[in-house]
């Protein structure tokens, strides 16, 4: 089975700290998202890289920045981080081709930014 | 992508089949229809895509009109366990580039109820 492994389930933080949250894929797929989660607002998509080195930005990147250094690693990073990116973050892989099924998740970074 | 319409809240007894409706008006040729679930407090799962023909595999079957314009999951046996929400998407099958993102709409929220 495809692994997508964040690399904590729950974090808190304060105002103003800069925060990273990982991921690990372990089937050499390509690409890679990082969502954001809120009640009512469903599922939204920051940033994501389709190779190494490679990032695009979602739909609302404000305030984010990834990092893909290797292909099996995607980074996102809060510079400062602030209330309102208090949410549950997920992220996800899926290959280029062949991708049937598109996108396997991981079980999400619930953040908390006090 | 093509935008979906899905109800917002379903209920289903256990034990029988839940019925998961989908419009999709304006699909394209070339456009899928995909099925995710997410169950609380979880990362979403894939469950099956189509494109024309009806699908099935070990958790659900998929029915798509022949005009294409709407569809339906549906579980065969629901248990407690499938109450979860469940999100509809139309896109093409492949995930390159800067095509490689997943949009997810708000979903159907199904309670399965003893």
């Known amino acids: ?114 | 992508d093509a935008k979906t319409t899905q109800p917002t809240s379903m209920d289903c007894a256990e034990g029988r089949a839940a019925n998961l409706p989908c419009n999709h008006s304006t699909i394209s040729g070339n456009e899928y229809v995909y099925w995710y679930r997410q169950i609380h407090s979880q990362g979403p799962q894939y469950i099956i895509h189509g494109l024309k023909n009806n699908e099935t595999n070990e958790m659900a079957s998929l029915i798509i009109t022949e005009d294409r314009k709407s569809s339906t999951l549906i579980l065969p046996h629901a248990t407690l366990r499938d109450t979860a929400v469940y999100y509809c998407i139309v896109r093409v099958s492949y995930f390159t580039g800067t095509a490689s993102k997943l949009t997810f709409g708000t979903g159907t929220r199904l309670q399965v109820t003893l």
């Open chain 1, 1 to 114: 089975d495809v692994k997508v492994t964040q690399s904590s389930r729950y974090l808190v933080k304060r105002t103003g700290e800069k925060v990273f949250l990982e991921c690990v894929q372990d089937m050499d797929h390509e690409n890679m998202f990082w969502y954001r989660q809120d009640p009512g607002l469903g599922l939204r998509l920051i940033y994501f890289s389709y190779d190494v080195k490679m990032k695009e930005k979602g739909d609302i990147p404000e305030g984010y920045s990834v990092s893909r250094e290797k292909k099996e690693r995607f980074s996102l990073i809060l510079e400062s981080a602030s209330t309102n990116q208090t949410s549950m973050y997920l992220c996800a892989s899926s290959l280029s081709t062949g991708a049937g099924y598109g996108y396997t998740f991981g079980s999400g970074t619930r953040l908390t930014v006090v």
